[in-house]
Each structure stands twice: as C-alpha cells, then as structure tokens.
C-alpha cells in the first residue's frame, strides 16, 4: 500500500473515537439501520470520513484500491475505518459494492463456505449503505469460521443485517445459519405478533431478539426490537433496566422453540456480575413479576440475585440450595477430582438434613420440585444446556438423601436411569432394609447377563446403590451388609 494512503486511514482511525458506535464497530451497521427506520441514514461520523476520503484521494491516484488493500489487512483497525471510508465513498453509487458482493457470492457457487477476512469487510462496508438490494446478496448459507464456538462480529452483523433489513424471521433463522453451526450463532426469538400462523409468512410482525457476538477478545450480547409498524431498534443489553431486561428475557426463552441456552445463561451471568451496580428498585419491579420456577432457574444463573429473592420473595433457602447445589458441581473442597455427583453428596449427608432441618421439608421439595420442571423445560436444548442438568441431578440426589421421594424411587426401579438405581441406595436408614435390599438385588440379577445395551452400567449402578444403602446402615462394605440382611426369600 501507498505508505501516504496508510497514513492517512491510519489518520482517520484516530479520529474514530468521537463516533458514536467506537465501542461496538464490527456491528455498527446493525445500530445504524435499526435507527434508520426504513430510511437510509449517513453515517454519523460521515463528515470526519468525508474529509479524510478527500485528503487520501489527493495522495492516491486508485484511493478505493488502497482501501480494499487496508481492508484485507491484518490490523483491524485500520479495515474497519477503510470499511466506513469505502462506505462514503460509495454512497452514491452503492452499485459498485454491490457488484463486490454479487462476486463473492459467484465464487462461492452452490457449496456452502466460510467468508475470509477481505470478504466479511466488503460485508460490513456494504452494509453501512442501507441498501435494499445488499441482504438479498448476503442469502446464501455461508459457513461460519467456527461452528464449535461464538459467531464473530462480523458474522453476526452479515446474519443480523438481513433481519433488520426486513427480512422474514422464519426464513432467516432456518435459512441463514447451517445446521451445523447454529450452536455458534446464539440468538433466541419470539414473534410477539405474527401475520399467519406460519412463521415463515410472518412478514415484520412484532419481534424480539436476543444474540451475541465476539470482538476483540470480548463477548458482548445485544437485544433487537421491531415493533408491529416495523420501528425499531437494537441496544447492548447493558442499557436495559432491570425490570425490562428481565421481563422480555423470560418472555423470549419461555416461547422461543429454539431456546438458546447458553445464551440464557450469558445474561444471567451479566445481572450476576452486575448486581451491585443495578437499580434494585427496578430489579425487584422485574423480579416480583417472576414465577417461582423462573425466580430458581435465575438463581442457578445467577447465585447473587438469590440471596435478594429469597429475602424479598420470601423463599426461605433459596440461596443456600442454590449455593449448595453448585458446589457439587465443582472439585472445591473435594481430595478426588472429577467425583461424581452423588460421591460429593454423600460425603455431605450430614450437611444436607441440616439444610433439610432449617429451612423445612417443604420448602425443599417445592425447590427440587421446580428444578425438576426447569430441566424437563430444558431437554430439547443443545449440550450447553448441561448446568442444569447437572443441578437437577444433584437435586434428584438431594431427595433421596433427605428421604423425601421413596415412593418416586420405588416406580423408577421399572426404568433403565442408572440415577436411580444410586439414589434408592442414599435413602436414610430403613428399620428393616431387607425389602430395599431385595429389589436392589432383583434388578443386579437381571442385569447381570448384559444381554441388551446398557446393562454394564446399570449393573455398575446398582453396585453402588447396594454400596451406599450398606455404609448408611453401618456396615463396611456390601458383602457384609447382604450376609447380614435376612431377605423376605430367606426368611
């Protein structure tokens, strides 16, 4: 590149930071067409561009090819300001960018690919004109770099541009995002007012959309609203109050077919991290608004908002369980890493009928009762979802150790859950363990043959259930517990 060309986009980067969308850049495009309503707006830093588009001009006789050369560089920087200079230089004439786009999408043909750095610049720049002929460009099903992980900014801002640019959110969610991928662009929506019954026909019915991005090292997630005239608009969720915040949160997860829930769990996250700082008027304006299913699965999220609604709400416990729960799922404290859920549990028995005697059986089986829902709610989620299931199946431990569930226990001996073959072996001391004994034996006789999948696990599952049911009735080991245990068929 020209080193003068360099210079002067390098000159006009400085400038950058008194525009307003410096801090989210790559996804300046998307705020810049939600607050467009419809019509094409300038970039608000335009003059600045303006004037730094004249003076590279006059030191470059091909200006737009440094730019392209900046653009496909390895300072990002300096491809973003060349993106926004490009932008003004095509106002105009966006044709010329769009015949970039058209050729990006020839060389991909009919094979799905991923986007280099070069392209999902020329993506953005194009983007920033607001013209009603680019998101038809950008239709194609292009592969992101990374289907294991977070879109990028600018993946997000090439799939976004095109449902902020009116696109139908049925077609943009199932054709925009490869089934493989769909687990990196983390976005979640509901319709709030559909035109048909199809979702696909929904036109620009009302919405709400939550999505993340990652720049710069730094994951950052956004709230979309369009409201049923097709205004709308698009904000960090940092700007959202509390109450609000956490009213279309629930509102979006609770109807979303999709639910995404890692990224549930990100803006939980964000309220956690953020609880001293928040409006706690406003927070509990949203939190009273809550189910109490909804007030657990926000404190499993978020530990630091359960000591507020148990105080405020009045749910005695909530935030020791919640505490105590998510300890389990960690090695703090443990000598053996990696033990399973029901070892840790059991080695804090002691611990749990003490929670069981402060706060009431009641209270815990209205808690473990919810998680158990909240999970069920869970299932068709991706494997990110996996907190949860975690939890409920700490939970579902809880209840055996606390005696709480034996009939449950007694009916799902029927099933093939190794689970609950180890926790009908946590339940508390019985007067005459013979009965529980026996069917614990039945079912390591039916096993035994290994004749269908599955059964070496169930077996070893049932082994530990007897191993448990023995050490909690006071014996060392299983052996001596079934030698000393009269059975019903040996009496």
């Given at each position: 590149m020209?080193?003068?060309?360099?210079?002067q986009?390098?000159?006009?980067?400085?400038?950058c930071t008194g525009c307003p969308y410096h801090g989210v850049c790559p996804l300046a495009p998307l705020f810049l067409q939600a607050e467009a309503r419809g019509e094409r707006r300038p970039h608000p830093h335009a003059p600045v561009l303006a004037q730094h588009l004249a003076e590279l001009r006059a030191v470059s006789e091909r200006p737009e090819r440094d730019l392209l050369e900046a653009l496909g560089g390895a300072d990002e920087g300096l491809a973003l300001v060349a993106g926004c200079l490009l932008a003004v230089s095509c106002w105009q004439a966006p044709e010329r960018?769009?015949?970039l786009l058209a050729g990006?999408?020839?060389r991909g043909g009919e094979e799905q690919r991923q986007l280099g750095p070069l392209e999902e610049q020329i993506v953005r720049a194009a983007a920033l004109l607001q013209d009603p002929q680019v998101p038809p460009l950008l239709a194609?099903?292009?592969r992101l770099v990374r289907g294991d992980r977070e879109v990028t900014a600018y993946e997000a801002n090439r799939l976004v541009t095109r449902l902020i640019s009116?696109?139908?959110?049925?077609?943009?969610?199932?054709e925009a995002v490869v089934e493989e991928d769909r687990g990196a662009f983390e976005a979640s929506f509901v319709l709030r007012e559909k035109d048909s019954m199809d979702e696909s026909a929904s036109g620009s019915g009302a919405l709400d959309l939550f999505f993340s991005a990652r720049a710069g090292g730094r994951s950052a997630v956004f709230y979309y609203r369009r409201d049923g005239h097709g205004k709308q608009a698009l904000v960090p969720i940092e700007s959202i109050r509390p109450d609000s915040l956490l009213k279309r949160l629930f509102k979006v997860f609770n109807t979303d077919r999709r639910k995404t829930h890692r990224l549930f769990?990100?803006?939980a996250r964000y309220l956690n991290n953020e609880f001293g700082r928040l409006d706690k008027r406003m927070l509990w304006e949203g939190l009273k608004q809550l189910e109490r299913e909804q007030q657990i699965v926000l404190t499993l999220y978020a530990p630091r908002l359960g000591k507020y609604i148990e105080k405020r709400a009045r749910f005695p416990g909530l935030y020791r369980l919640a505490k105590f729960l998510h300890r389990n799922l960690t090695d703090k404290g443990y000598p053996a890493r990696g033990a399973p859920s029901h070892a840790k549990l059991y080695a804090e028995r002691a611990q749990v009928q003490t929670i069981l005697e402060a706060y009431g059986k009641e209270a815990f089986k209205e808690f473990c009762r919810?998680?158990?829902?909240i999970a069920e709610a869970y299932r068709p989620g991706p494997a990110s979802a996996d907190l949860i299931f975690r939890v409920a199946e700490a939970a579902y431990f809880l209840t055996a150790l606390g005696g709480l569930n034996p009939a449950g226990l007694e009916l799902s001996l029927e099933g093939r859950n190794p689970l609950a073959y180890i926790a009908y072996g946590l339940q508390p001391p019985a007067r005459n363990p013979a009965r529980r004994l026996g069917r614990l034996l039945q079912a390591r006789a039916r096993f035994a043959a290994g004749e269908r999948s599955g059964d070496r696990e169930l077996l070893a599952a049932v082994e530990q259930g007897i191993a448990y049911m023995a050490k909690i009735h006071g014996f060392e080991d299983a052996e001596s517990f079934e030698k000393a245990v009269a059975l019903p068929s040996q009496a």
């Amino acid at each position: 590149m020209n080193p003068e060309a360099h210079r002067q986009i390098a000159q006009a980067r400085a400038a950058c930071t008194g525009c307003p969308y410096h801090g989210v850049c790559p996804l300046a495009p998307l705020f810049l067409q939600a607050e467009a309503r419809g019509e094409r707006r300038p970039h608000p830093h335009a003059p600045v561009l303006a004037q730094h588009l004249a003076e590279l001009r006059a030191v470059s006789e091909r200006p737009e090819r440094d730019l392209l050369e900046a653009l496909g560089g390895a300072d990002e920087g300096l491809a973003l300001v060349a993106g926004c200079l490009l932008a003004v230089s095509c106002w105009q004439a966006p044709e010329r960018l769009r015949r970039l786009l058209a050729g990006i999408r020839a060389r991909g043909g009919e094979e799905q690919r991923q986007l280099g750095p070069l392209e999902e610049q020329i993506v953005r720049a194009a983007a920033l004109l607001q013209d009603p002929q680019v998101p038809p460009l950008l239709a194609a099903r292009w592969r992101l770099v990374r289907g294991d992980r977070e879109v990028t900014a600018y993946e997000a801002n090439r799939l976004v541009t095109r449902l902020i640019s009116g696109e139908s959110p049925g077609r943009w969610w199932d054709e925009a995002v490869v089934e493989e991928d769909r687990g990196a662009f983390e976005a979640s929506f509901v319709l709030r007012e559909k035109d048909s019954m199809d979702e696909s026909a929904s036109g620009s019915g009302a919405l709400d959309l939550f999505f993340s991005a990652r720049a710069g090292g730094r994951s950052a997630v956004f709230y979309y609203r369009r409201d049923g005239h097709g205004k709308q608009a698009l904000v960090p969720i940092e700007s959202i109050r509390p109450d609000s915040l956490l009213k279309r949160l629930f509102k979006v997860f609770n109807t979303d077919r999709r639910k995404t829930h890692r990224l549930f769990a990100k803006i939980a996250r964000y309220l956690n991290n953020e609880f001293g700082r928040l409006d706690k008027r406003m927070l509990w304006e949203g939190l009273k608004q809550l189910e109490r299913e909804q007030q657990i699965v926000l404190t499993l999220y978020a530990p630091r908002l359960g000591k507020y609604i148990e105080k405020r709400a009045r749910f005695p416990g909530l935030y020791r369980l919640a505490k105590f729960l998510h300890r389990n799922l960690t090695d703090k404290g443990y000598p053996a890493r990696g033990a399973p859920s029901h070892a840790k549990l059991y080695a804090e028995r002691a611990q749990v009928q003490t929670i069981l005697e402060a706060y009431g059986k009641e209270a815990f089986k209205e808690f473990c009762r919810h998680v158990f829902r909240i999970a069920e709610a869970y299932r068709p989620g991706p494997a990110s979802a996996d907190l949860i299931f975690r939890v409920a199946e700490a939970a579902y431990f809880l209840t055996a150790l606390g005696g709480l569930n034996p009939a449950g226990l007694e009916l799902s001996l029927e099933g093939r859950n190794p689970l609950a073959y180890i926790a009908y072996g946590l339940q508390p001391p019985a007067r005459n363990p013979a009965r529980r004994l026996g069917r614990l034996l039945q079912a390591r006789a039916r096993f035994a043959a290994g004749e269908r999948s599955g059964d070496r696990e169930l077996l070893a599952a049932v082994e530990q259930g007897i191993a448990y049911m023995a050490k909690i009735h006071g014996f060392e080991d299983a052996e001596s517990f079934e030698k000393a245990v009269a059975l019903p068929s040996q009496a």
